[in-house]
């Protein structure tokens, strides 16, 4: 608990909180605003006005999540290799591999913030503009654990590329070539496409119904693990030279 | 002899580098021990190694009885270290950056404090560390490495970047912390005329061997010895350089 309190002290004047929270305001608002002026076409779609509410707001949400990962997951280590940190913490008695986790907690917390607030604009704008007796809320807490799910491949995984380059570009580049990589093959069939954590955060995007997929989210289970085990003792290895 | 770190044999490899090379250097408890030597000639990696940092390739250390890497956490508590360049967070202000090192030593409080008294910085304490000074920096460094008053004290170069009443104040804190804190300090220089201010103890090095180890004594009676004037180590000891690298010349021309 102690080296989390440690890590949040970190954190200060990072901006990687307040970068997570603001993506899920701006989903929020970007929620409300869609609705607001595209209420009639949306509703007027040839889908249950749950997928309406779920799936033709999710896409600008989700690339909004993915760039605050991306942008939060380069920061969360940027600022250990900035003035050679990480140098003095490999002297201290304390544990490496327990400094990674408590980063990935935190990045998943914050990002679990985010998207509750922006499910809880959804949930509003369901009550409030939906057909009478079409809002469910079971389905959309349903809906933010699978899109919560979905995302985390993509933390996990640039969590550990961010702890392995010491300039901050290189884990930027990949996660940006990682979205348009992402973006082109999202909509493809082969299920080995999986393998790529930013197609599986695309997945519930390019859905045309809220169902929750088992296959995706047990891969998204299985690449989170992976890439947090791998990301973790690859930090035990101390890279000093 | 009562010794805190002794090391036997101990080698570093890199693919076709040997930069240290069967070192075996015994630190005397309570004692200052000034690691002297060229640039490059590998008190760095020593150091490195003693902290854990890099493996050795070959031999081994024990510090205060205690082994790497099974005993890593035990002996980094005991040890406060400054390695190479200062680290520290830059987005954190001197005092902040003081507190997570005092947070993960489980320290009180007022050793933030007291660590940035020693080193002068009171003042500077609550701005951001980005925007100290190189002297600022290595003095925060140093702050660190005292903080909690460990029993060991590891200093790579703790005048480097320093003014001359910077250097002169470090050199006097160095100095008087045997006495204050009980505590055994290893500080390696390349400049025989500041060590020689401060050890009790040296251990010359050059190309990764240890070329002399004693007491500053010992090394004026060598330095009688060679012919050349006891108040004048610095010529001894370049001419030990000199020699070895020499040697070392001749042994590759062979």
Redesign the interface.
């Known amino acids: 608990m102690s080296m989390l309190a440690i890590e949040l002290q970190k954190e200060k004047r990072t901006g990687i909180i307040p970068v997570l929270l603001a993506v899920g305001v701006l989903g929020a608002a970007y929620a409300f605003l869609n609705f607001l002026v595209r209420k009639d076409t949306l509703l007027n779609l040839p889908l249950a006005p749950m997928d309406v509410l779920l799936t033709q707001l999710y896409g600008m949400i989700m690339i909004l999540n993915m760039f605050g990962i991306i942008v939060a997951a380069c920061m969360i280590y940027n600022m250990e290799f900035k003035g050679n940190a990480v140098k003095k913490i490999y002297m201290l008695p304390t544990s490496v591999a327990g400094m990674y986790l408590c980063k990935f907690f935190i990045l998943t917390f914050f990002l679990l913030v985010a998207i509750i607030i922006q499910n809880t604009a959804l949930a509003q704008i369901g009550i409030k503009d939906l057909p009478a007796g079409t809002f469910e809320m079971g389905e959309l807490i349903v809906f933010t654990a699978y899109s919560f799910l979905t995302s985390m491949p993509v933390l996990s995984f640039m969590l550990l590329i961010s702890s392995r380059f010491e300039n901050m570009w290189v884990p930027l580049g990949v996660g940006v070539a990682g979205f348009l990589s992402g973006m082109a093959l999202a909509t493809a069939k082969a299920p080995l496409l999986m393998v790529h954590p930013f197609v599986v955060m695309l997945k519930p995007a390019v859905a045309m119904s809220a169902q929750w997929d088992n296959a995706v989210a047990l891969v998204a289970v299985a690449e989170t693990l992976v890439f947090l085990v791998a990301g973790v003792w690859m930090s035990k290895q101390l890279r000093y030279e | 002899m009562d010794y805190i770190i002794t090391t036997e044999k101990l080698t570093k490899r890199y693919k076709n580098f040997t930069s240290v090379k069967n070192v075996s250097l015994h630190i005397r408890k309570g004692s200052i021990y000034g690691f002297l030597g060229p640039n490059g000639a590998g008190k760095s990696t020593t150091m490195?190694m003693l902290?854990?940092?890099?493996a050795p390739t070959k031999g081994s250390f024990t510090i205060d009885g205690k082994h790497f890497p099974e005993d890593?956490?035990?002996i980094?508590?005991e040890?406060g270290?400054f390695?190479e360049?200062?680290?520290?967070?830059?987005?954190?202000t001197g005092r902040?950056?003081l507190?997570?090192?005092r947070?993960?030593?489980q320290l009180p409080p007022k050793s933030v404090d007291e660590a940035l008294d020693l080193v002068g910085l009171t003042e500077f304490g609550d701005r951001?560390?980005?925007k100290y000074s190189l002297g600022m920096k290595q003095r925060l460094?140093l702050a660190?490495a005292l903080l909690g008053q460990p029993p060991i004290l590891v200093l790579d170069e703790p005048t480097n970047g320093l003014d001359p009443s910077g250097i002169h104040e470090i050199r006097n804190l160095v100095k008087s912390l045997p006495a204050l804190y009980d505590c055994t300090v290893l500080i390696s220089s390349h400049m025989l005329s500041e060590i020689e201010l401060m050890a009790d103890d040296i251990g010359v090095l050059n190309h990764g061997r240890l070329l002399f180890e004693g007491s500053l004594d010992s090394l004026r009676q060598n330095a009688l010895q060679a012919g050349f004037a006891a108040d004048n180590l610095e010529e001894l000891f370049l001419s030990m350089i000199e020699k070895d690298n020499a040697a070392r010349k001749q042994r590759a021309q062979l």
């Not at chain 2, 902290?51 to 890099?54: A, D, F, K, P, V």
């Not at chain 2, 360049?85 to 954190?92: E, V």
């Open positions: 490195k902290l854990g940092l890099t890593r956490l035990t980094l508590k040890i270290s390695i360049s200062p680290s520290f967070y830059a987005n954190l902040e950056n507190d997570i090192i947070k993960i030593l951001l560390a980005k460094g660190g």
